[in-house]
């Protein structure tokens, strides 16, 4: 009896500080587990010991840490791989925060640790102007919270920035725990400091907000030197846009037409079916062939998604043979064994058995799904040709700090190529490829989400890939996000530069 009292006290006494703490840790010791079982190779650009001197401060941060703390101390620790794939899935919590407080209609550009409105549907807040402070806390102090949640390829700092202006709004709020946001920005005219409180909403009430700073367009959207859009329902979707700007009393802030050549924007690599993205692309290359214009090609605040996406549109400009990619470096885990277990059975495992001895594509099937769990394979990719229906035309590529993934590696392969000129900012990323093939998991005890690489995609062969020194345009346009700046000017001169040579 004596013996089971004393085993009682020690449970009760050691329970919190011991147990307690060693259950607390359960998530860390979990993630750490995960990045070194399903990512091919984790410490490829920080190096281990970076990684375990980052998880040793966040162990000790971690159990005084607020749940919304922990989100971003999560995200911070998973940066330190300089893997845009793996990072705390933004939709996950901006949705809970949003769920639970409401949202509001603004957008924000990062310049440095300086926090701007680069679009307002508040009626009251103004577009364009510095914030000082925001529910008490110092812009600069918001700015960093933002940066360390936000997702990053190697030290592309401005890229990041511009990804992490998305955190602004659900962050504050979540971490006041309120539905107000309380905005101190400078006037423009006089310079002095106001101060004025807004009230968020639930998503259906805030729509008509988002949507005077909103542009709906299709995935794959093509703008010919006439102002004609691909298709009459194209045409009619932007004469309404352009009566509700103008009612508004709102100008146009992205800019997708100009003056003497045909411009093709596509917003990502992963929306919408794969047979309308083939199908707006080929019917747009089509009609850009019989006019034979320079080419704009909009990748700004694309993110990224399917390399074969992106591949296509690389086939119909493409002028000499080139790898893209080269080669894609995955490990099998449980989680890719499943999925690609799914994916390799009936009849396209038949299709695969085939063809695996002459089609990349299959070849690439094959051997995820029959890699043993815990290994790592390299395939490589031959050289893709010059298709005789692709255009020969001038071209330029538009992108900005939220050009990710995918988009990297088409614009990596144009400079590089020297297909043309990049015109914008740095991109989130360098030319030699990035990390891919992401997987979700959750933390068992703090339930947050976060995504992990599977897969090293390299988009071309080079000695060191592990350099990740980001992609630079060829024409730098600073400030990109205000509506004066110089990006319409020079991609006009560029335009009038290819009329007028020889």
């Not at 001197?53 to 005084?64: A, F, S």
């Not at 999925?339 to 058995?353: C, H, S, T």
């Not at 815990?374 to 020969?392: A, I, M």
């Not at 700090?401 to 015109?423: H, K, M, N, T, Y």
Request: net charge positive; aromatic share 8%; with cysteine.
């Amino acid at each position: 009896m004596r013996r089971f009292g004393l085993l009682f006290l020690a449970v009760v006494v050691l329970g919190p500080t011991g147990t307690g703490t060693l259950r607390a840790q359960d998530d860390l010791d979990s993630l750490d587990k995960w990045v070194r079982e399903m990512h091919p190779d984790p410490f490829l650009r920080c190096g281990e010991s970076a990684w375990i001197r980052q998880l040793d401060v966040t162990r000790e941060q971690w159990l005084k840490a607020s749940s919304m703390e922990r989100i971003r101390l999560v995200n911070l620790l998973l940066q330190t791989m300089q893997d845009s794939h793996s990072a705390v899935s933004a939709y996950d919590w901006i949705w809970e925060v949003e769920r639970l407080h409401g949202t509001l209609p603004i957008r924000w550009a990062i310049e440095g640790r300086a926090l701007w409105v680069l679009d307002s549907g508040l009626p009251g807040l103004p577009e364009e102007v510095r914030v000082i402070d925001l529910n008490g806390r110092a812009a600069s102090d918001v700015v960093q919270d933002a940066l360390d949640l936000s997702t990053m390829e190697g030290p592309s700092l401005g890229a990041t920035a511009r990804m992490a202006a998305h955190n602004i709004t659900p962050w504050v709020l979540g971490t006041s725990d309120t539905s107000a946001l309380a905005l101190t920005w400078l006037d423009p005219d006089d310079g002095l400091p106001t101060t004025r409180t807004f009230q968020a909403q639930g998503r259906r009430k805030a729509r008509s907000g988002w949507a005077e700073i909103s542009t709906r367009r299709p995935v794959v959207s093509w703008s010919f030197p006439d102002g004609d859009q691909l298709t009459a329902r194209d045409n009619r979707r932007q004469e309404r846009e352009n009566k509700r700007l103008a009612s508004a009393g709102r100008p146009r802030r992205v800019q997708t037409h100009w003056t003497g050549a045909a411009t093709l924007k596509i917003s990502s690599f992963s929306q919408g079916s794969w047979s309308r993205y083939h199908k707006r692309l080929r019917k747009g290359m089509e009609r850009l062939q019989e006019l034979q214009c320079p080419l704009i090609v909009d990748l700004r605040g694309n993110p990224g998604g399917q390399s074969p996406r992106m591949e296509m549109l690389w086939n119909h400009l493409a002028l000499k043979r080139t790898h893209l990619p080269y080669a894609l470096v995955a490990k099998q885990s449980l989680p890719t064994a499943r999925a690609n277990g799914r994916y390799y059975k009936r009849l396209r495992k038949r299709w695969v058995d085939k063809h695996r001895h002459h089609s990349s594509d299959a070849r690439y099937i094959y051997t995820m799904a029959t890699l043993p769990l815990g290994e790592t394979d390299t395939l490589f990719f031959p050289q893709k040709g010059v298709p005789s229906h692709g255009f020969r035309g001038p071209v330029a590529v538009v992108i900005d700090g939220e050009s990710a993934s995918a988009s990297v590696s088409f614009a990596g392969a144009i400079q590089d190529e020297q297909r043309g000129p990049l015109i914008g900012e740095s991109c989130m990323g360098p030319s030699n490829g990035t990390m891919g093939n992401p997987y979700i998991r959750m933390l068992p005890r703090s339930g947050i989400a976060f995504s992990l690489s599977t897969a090293v995609y390299m988009a071309k062969p080079c000695e060191n890939w592990g350099d990740t020194a980001p992609i630079q345009p060829d024409v730098h346009v600073p400030a990109m996000w205000k509506r004066n700046s110089t990006l319409s000017e020079l991609v006009q001169q560029w335009i009038d530069a290819q009329h007028h040579a020889p």
